[in-house]
């Protein structure tokens, strides 16, 4: 059964770093495709950032160059290095695993950016 957790959200100042991670059981992060999403209270979840399994990565337009996805492969983990936070990336962020079959959702970190 796959499984996914996150951590590592939390609160920090405008222009602060923080470095949630995603744990996967059951499956291998190396070998599916990897997200992060972020969804707003009352607004659908918005793409952030993907890594596949060749590596190549993929960001939205608004936090092009700020974050970065990583993937850890011996830990099965995948990263969302978040630089330049705003109050705007204020949000609860999610990890996203996607097979041929289905797409899978952690529980969610709460990112907090005070201004």
Avoid at 32 to 52: S, T
Avoid at 61 to 75: L, M, P, Y
């Amino acid at each position: 059964q796959v499984q996914l957790v996150e951590s590592g959200g939390g609160l920090v100042q405008a222009g602060g770093s923080l470095k949630p991670s995603c744990a996967a059981s059951g499956t291998s992060v190396r070998i599916n495709p990897m997200a992060w999403y972020l969804q707003a209270p009352g607004k659908l979840r918005e793409f952030v950032a993907q890594i596949l399994s060749d590596g190549d990565t993929y960001y939205s337009d608004s936090i092009q160059g700020r974050f970065t996805i990583a993937r850890d492969n011996a830990k099965n983990m995948v990263y969302l290095h978040m630089d330049s936070l705003k109050s705007g990336d204020t949000d609860v962020y999610y990890c996203n695993l996607e097979t041929f079959r289905r797409s899978y959702w952690g529980q969610g970190t709460q990112v907090t950016v005070a201004s």
